[in-house]
Structure formats: C-alpha cells, structure tokens
C-alpha cells in the first residue's frame, strides 16, 4: 500500500470482509430458492501426480510456490452442472448492457503471455527467430503457441527506487541513468515513478512526459530504512490495476539490504508472479556493508523469478549504462501467448520452460519467467 501522504491508495484486502458477507448472503439465497435440494458435488477420480522423493507437500516450511498445482481434469471427469456453479447476473459469463446502451459479453481469460530473451553463448541478442523455432512447457508438458511476434511494443514500467538515507549522494547519477532509459525506449511507453524508504510512495502516476518524469525522480528525502519488498509488492499491484500495455516491467535500484519492509521476500515475489506479472530488472549499487549478500540474493532472486536481469555495478558510472541495456533488452523481446493445457481454475504454481533451436547456433539461452500461480480469479474480456 501506498503511504498515503503523496498519493491516496487504498488497500487491497479492504473489501474483504464486505466480499465474504456477500458470498454468504448469496449462499443463503441460493440454498433457500432450491429448497434445500442441491446435492452436494460428487466425488471426482482425478488422477494424482506423485511429487519427487524429497518433497513432502505437507511440509509447512516449504515455499508457497514449490507447492504443487492440481493436475488438469481427465476428458470423463463431469463438468460442474449449473446448481453446483451459478454464474450470477451482470458477472461472468453473463451477458449485460454497457453504459452507452450496448450488449457485452464478458468471457474468462486463460491466456498466458511470455516476455521473451534469446541470446547467444556470447551473449548477444538474437532478434531473427520464428514461432517454429520455440517450444514452451508448463510443468514439463507441452503447450500450444497460439500468438507469437517479435515487435517493439510499448510497455507499462514502473520505477522503483531506494530514497534511503544511503542513497543521498548516489540519486543525481541514478535519476540521470533512470531518464536515459526512458528517452531510449517506445515513445508510447508509460512510467511511473515510485520513491521508497521506510514507505514506498507514488511520486508520479503512469506518463510519457518526460519534465514531470525528472521532477519525480528528483524528489529526494534520502532518509529512513529500505522497505524494498513492500515497494515491489505496491508497484506491481498498481501495475495490475492501472497498466494499459499488457506488456510490463518493474525497474528496481537500491543499495542496501531490506530493513524495513513488513512483508517479506517471498511475498514480494508471490506479487509479481501472477500469469502476466512483471519483467525485473534491478540494479543493486552495493558495497561491503553487513547483509550485502542477502540484498544480492533478494535482487537476483526477483529478476530470475519473472525473467528479468539483476545488475550489480563496481561503481556509479556504470549505472547509466546499465539503464542502456535494460532499454536495448525491452525493445528486442519476443512475445508468445498460449492456454494452458491445465486449466487456470485448479490453481496452484505452474514452472514454465521456453527452449530455442535454430540453424547456425550452437546454443541458444532464453529468459523468461520461471512460472506463474494460476489465480483463481478470473479476468473478463468484454
């Protein structure tokens, strides 16, 4: 959440116990039209996948996202019957009138997209490839690519940085580096500009200008600890919620470890690994101070996770660079959709994998995210 001195946000889970009053009222009014006469659903056989010999699912310990996803249905396992999952008026799957007087259908989205980075064993950035040449996994089983391109197209970015007493003398290099970025990427990008200390803060909402750009990035207070997780917990949020390009990406700079943030680290990642969170890029300015390893390992473990790169500079002049190279990487992505072969509705994490071969090329690496939860809760289409 957004602290609200600079910007009004309200928190995510504030409807909730409104939201479960009215699944119960809708519960109680359902039960009562049927006359107490809905079965209660049948036993379905679904069959189990047997976890590795090390894993016990059980385990409270292990992380949310090592937990394994249901299996996808087999063909006989019997679709709900509309007493078992009434889809209420005006919702999804319902067919409604708009505000100019117009009929709409709002359909469910399944549809997962991949940011897409191929290099070679040198490191270099291989633009030239097709759809033939890329073969995608979810959870070792192969998907269909239903949309690919390799276009530059414009991106949603959120910028993330450290506003930390630490940070005083390091904000001019890091706002020039940051503003560079932005002029060397799609005109039709649109950024927004997050400062975090103790709170993370909304200093500029999504925008193209470049003038209200610089003056976000130049409102330093350099004072305060480091709530990195919660500022990438507040910006990807906001990202979900207000982003008009489906393509997104969170750049993230910092120079210390996290000593202020009420939520964790793996909340942080749990927030942008929804099945079209974020691209990470970070940029981690550390030095020998305590907890420098576990800073580098938070920052690595963000930008593999979603498919992104973790940067860590000798020295500032390096920075401006780097900013370089995250443009370069954004405009010369791939982008490839498909529908998950096990339906979103069963939940739980998904590991993706995304290989490439082509001709002329020994090895080939590609970046992506390593796997997404399928959340329950359903996008409309309308």
Same mark, same amino acid.
């Given at each position: &959440?957004?602290?609200?001195e %600079?910007?009004?946000m309200?928190?995510r889970?504030?409807?909730?116990?409104?939201?479960?009053?009215?699944?119960?009222?809708?519960?109680?009014?359902?039960?009562?039209?049927t006359?107490?006469?809905?079965?209660?659903?049948?036993?379905?056989?679904?069959p #189990?996948?047997?976890?590795?010999?090390?894993?016990?699912?059980?385990?409270? !310990?292990?992380?949310?996202?090592?937990?394994?996803?249901?299996p996808?249905?087999?063909?006989s396992?019997?679709?709900?019957?509309? +007493?078992?999952q009434? #889809?209420?008026?005006?919702?999804?799957?319902?067919?409604?009138?708009?505000?100019a007087?117009?009929?709409?259908?709002?359909?469910?989205?399944?549809?997962?997209?991949l940011?897409?980075?191929?290099?070679?064993?040198?490191?270099?950035?291989?633009?030239? $490839?097709?759809?033939?040449?890329?073969?995608v996994?979810?959870d070792?089983q192969p998907?269909?690519?239903?949309?690919?391109?390799?276009?530059?197209?414009p991106? @949603?970015?959120?910028?993330?940085?450290?506003?930390?007493?630490? &940070?005083?003398?390091k904000r001019?290099a890091?706002?020039?580096?940051?503003?560079n $970025?932005?002029?060397?990427?799609?005109?039709?990008?649109?950024?927004?500009? =997050?400062?975090?200390n103790?709170d993370?803060? $909304?200093?500029?909402?999504?925008?193209?200008?470049?003038?209200?750009?610089?003056?976000?990035?130049?409102?330093?207070?350099?004072?305060g600890?480091?709530?990195?997780?919660? !500022?990438?917990? +507040?910006?990807?949020?906001?990202?979900?919620k207000?982003?008009?390009?489906?393509?997104k990406?969170?750049l993230v700079?910092?120079d210390?470890?996290?000593?202020?943030?009420?939520?964790s680290?793996?909340?942080?990642i749990?927030?942008?690994q929804?099945e079209?969170?974020?691209?990470?890029? @970070?940029?981690?300015?550390?030095?020998?101070?305590?907890?420098?390893?576990?800073a580098k390992r938070?920052?690595?473990?963000?930008?593999?996770?979603?498919?992104?790169v973790?940067?860590?500079?000798k020295?500032?002049?390096?920075?401006?660079?780097?900013s370089?190279?995250?443009?370069?990487?954004?405009r010369?992505?791939?982008?490839?959709?498909y529908?998950?072969?096990?339906?979103? @509705?069963?939940?739980g994490?998904?590991?993706?994998?995304?290989?490439?071969r082509?001709?002329?090329?020994?090895? $080939?690496? =590609? %970046?992506? %995210?390593?796997?997404?939860?399928?959340?329950?809760?359903?996008?409309?289409?309308?």
């Amino acid at each position: &959440m957004f602290t609200p001195e %600079r910007d009004t946000m309200h928190p995510r889970n504030k409807n909730k116990a409104f939201g479960i009053l009215t699944v119960l009222l809708l519960g109680t009014t359902f039960l009562w039209g049927t006359q107490g006469q809905v079965s209660p659903p049948q036993k379905q056989n679904v069959p #189990i996948t047997p976890l590795p010999s090390d894993i016990d699912a059980s385990d409270p !310990a292990l992380p949310v996202w090592a937990r394994p996803a249901k299996p996808a249905a087999s063909a006989s396992t019997p679709k709900p019957t509309p +007493a078992q999952q009434p #889809i209420p008026e005006g919702t999804v799957g319902a067919v409604t009138k708009d505000a100019a007087g117009g009929f709409v259908y709002k359909s469910l989205v399944s549809e997962v997209n991949l940011p897409i980075t191929v290099v070679d064993a040198k490191r270099h950035l291989i633009t030239n $490839l097709g759809q033939t040449n890329f073969a995608v996994y979810e959870d070792g089983q192969p998907q269909t690519i239903l949309k690919f391109s390799r276009e530059d197209i414009p991106v @949603s970015i959120g910028i993330v940085v450290d506003n930390s007493g630490s &940070m005083r003398t390091k904000r001019s290099a890091v706002t020039k580096a940051v503003l560079n $970025l932005i002029q060397a990427s799609n005109p039709q990008d649109e950024v927004f500009v =997050v400062n975090f200390n103790d709170d993370p803060y $909304l200093d500029q909402d999504f925008t193209n200008k470049i003038d209200v750009l610089r003056e976000a990035l130049d409102r330093v207070d350099s004072r305060g600890g480091t709530a990195l997780y919660d !500022a990438v917990i +507040a910006s990807a949020d906001h990202l979900a919620k207000g982003a008009k390009r489906d393509k997104k990406a969170l750049l993230v700079i910092t120079d210390g470890v996290d000593n202020e943030s009420r939520e964790s680290l793996e909340a942080a990642i749990r927030a942008v690994q929804s099945e079209n969170g974020p691209t990470i890029y @970070s940029i981690g300015i550390l030095g020998d101070e305590p907890g420098t390893k576990r800073a580098k390992r938070a920052l690595q473990s963000l930008s593999d996770q979603t498919g992104g790169v973790a940067f860590f500079p000798k020295d500032l002049a390096e920075v401006d660079e780097i900013s370089q190279e995250v443009a370069k990487d954004i405009r010369n992505q791939y982008s490839i959709t498909y529908r998950p072969t096990n339906p979103r @509705s069963n939940g739980g994490y998904r590991h993706v994998k995304v290989e490439a071969r082509a001709p002329g090329y020994k090895e $080939l690496q =590609v %970046r992506t %995210r390593e796997g997404y939860f399928a959340d329950e809760k359903q996008t409309a289409n309308r």
